[in-house]
């Protein structure tokens, strides 16, 4: 058990639709890095936020959104869903969001757009 | 922009046996850091290791072992006589800072698909 956690574990949506996923961090963690996971594009950076700010950006459609409360858990927004956006997303933490340092992953929610 | 790339897709091995997953990056960065990340069937991403550029040591965990080598951009990740509970996907990445950017990402090779066999 990474100490990171996600929910849900599973969603299953139609297309159109706007989802929310939820991650809170490792205790101590400040920064917070979302990713996707899917059979075409494998594992990729969409967004990381630091004490609340947003630090870096990836390859995130406009579509989705994120953003850090000040307890330090994240959301994901996920709108207009379509087919593509079906995949395994996942969060993760580290101290401080500086290259040197182990990101540690919570579970994954597996999203499903029908 | 950096890459990483794990040639092998797939390898499938009997119980006991020694393999070796490839992993190759490329980055402009003269500092970097690598990791090596297990997902098995059950989905969560693991992780295994992290080394860092300035550091040629290989290192030895159990059964697991790394061979960093900075002269060919490598870093090989060995399972010393495999176990059916070692089947897995596992990824390499490598940190890197985004262009013009404070912040911090992991870039994943393909990742390789180990399945082992009893």
């Known amino acids: 058990d990474s100490g990171v956690t996600q929910t849900p574990k599973h969603l299953i949506t139609a297309t159109g639709q706007r989802v929310t996923l939820r991650c809170s961090p490792r205790?101590?963690?400040?920064?917070v890095y979302w990713y996707q996971q899917s059979l075409d594009q494998g594992l990729q950076f969409l967004i990381q936020y630091y004490n609340g700010e947003e630090r870096a950006k990836g390859n995130i459609l406009e579509r989705f959104s994120a953003q850090q409360f000040p307890d330090l858990h994240s959301e994901l927004n996920l709108s207009s869903l379509e087919l593509g956006d079906s995949a395994l997303y996942f969060c993760?933490?580290?101290?401080?969001?500086?290259?040197?340092?182990?990101?540690?992953f919570g579970p994954g929610t597996r999203l499903l757009v029908l | 922009a950096q890459k990483v790339t794990q040639a092998q897709t797939e390898i499938s091995v009997v119980e006991k046996e020694d393999v070796t997953l490839d992993c190759v990056y490329e980055t402009r960065d003269t500092t970097y850091y690598l990791f090596w990340y297990k997902q098995p069937p059950s989905g969560e991403l693991v992780f295994l290791i992290r080394?860092?550029?300035?550091?040629?040591q290989n290192e030895i965990s159990g059964r697991y072992s790394w061979n960093f080598q900075k002269s060919t951009s490598s870093f090989n990740f060995t399972i010393t006589a495999s176990q059916v509970v070692d089947s897995a996907v596992y990824f390499c990445a490598l940190s890197e800072a985004p262009d013009n950017n404070a912040g911090n990402m992991l870039t994943f090779g393909g990742g390789t698909r180990l399945m082992v066999k009893p």
């Open positions: 205790s101590g963690d400040l920064s």
């Open positions: 993760a933490s580290s101290v401080a969001g500086t290259v040197r340092e182990t990101q540690y």
């Open positions: 080394r860092n550029s300035f550091d040629e």
